[in-house]
């Protein structure tokens, strides 16, 4: 399966929508043979930097992801580096700022903050599909 592929097309679904966190974590779990629908109900309310504009959910759901693959906590603490250098931030609020200030819209911002952490979390676990 292409993982960056498929949280991309879940990313776009208008209906059920997936949040960032959604999109980056049921990819993945679906290519581990997990349930997905059980993954999107986990990660509902991650969604919109945990619904008060705290950290990304790509970056929760990246997380959630690499501890799927078995990643250890030096691998979790690199993928956030990694994602802040990428990125700027791991605020969903300072994101969507810095989209605002770049004029970049925000679905887009949100399918680059997606495919980031999904890429990431590929690039680090030595999955690329």
């Known amino acids: ?23 980056t974590l049921v990819p993945v779990a679906e290519d581990l043979g997990l349930d997905g629908q059980t993954m999107y109900r986990l990660t509902a309310q991650f969604g919109a930097g945990m619904r008060r504009g705290s950290v990304c959910g790509a970056v929760t759901g990246g997380l959630m992801a690499l501890g799927l693959r078995g990643a250890d906590s030096r691998t979790a603490a690199e993928f956030q580096r990694m994602f802040k250098e990428r990125a700027g931030a791991l605020e969903c609020a300072q994101l969507l700022q810095k989209a605002k200030e770049t004029g970049e819209e925000r679905s887009a911002h949100c399918d680059r903050m997606v495919l980031t952490a999904v890429a990431l979390v590929e690039e680090l676990t030595g999955e690329k599909k």
């Open 1 to 23: 399966m292409d993982i960056l592929k498929r949280a991309e097309e879940l990313h776009h679904l208008s209906e059920p929508h997936y949040n960032c966190a959604q999109a």
